[in-house]
């Protein structure tokens, strides 16, 4: 089992930055691939960034080379550094965790971005 919580989300203007924060519970964190999923209103939840447990990562188009994910192994984090951001990146955020020994993926409630002048 594990239980994430993220943080750090907030309104921002246009071309500023924000960095989210997950923290993960439990014992499986070393080995799980962890995401950073969004959700705009009225549109499906999109894959924005992806870790795995040896530090490969994968980034949507729409953030390549804006957004920067990483994580702390011996803290149970994951960030995401997010920079330019723009109007069309406001959306809930959520922290995943897939850990593929058991196949079980795992969300965080969400923080909410807003990007506006």
């Known amino acids: 089992q594990m239980q994430l919580e993220e943080s750090g989300g907030g309104l921002v203007r246009p071309g500023g930055s924000l960095r989210l924060s997950c923290a993960a519970s439990?014992?499986?964190?070393?080995?799980?691939?962890m995401g950073w999923y969004r959700q705009a209103p009225g549109k499906q939840r999109e894959l924005v960034a992806l870790?795995?447990?040896?530090?490969?990562?994968d980034y949507a188009d729409s953030v390549q080379g804006r957004f920067s994910i990483s994580r702390d192994n011996n803290k149970n984090m994951v960030y995401l550094e997010m920079n330019d951001l723009q109007p069309e990146d406001t959306a809930v955020y959520y922290c995943?965790?897939?850990?593929?020994?058991?196949?079980?993926?795992?969300w965080g409630q969400g923080t909410q971005v807003t990007v506006s002048s």
């Open positions: 995943n965790a897939y850990v593929g020994q058991n196949r079980e993926n795992y």
């Open positions: 439990g014992s499986l964190f070393n080995i799980a691939t």
């Open positions: 870790i795995n447990s040896v530090d490969i990562t």
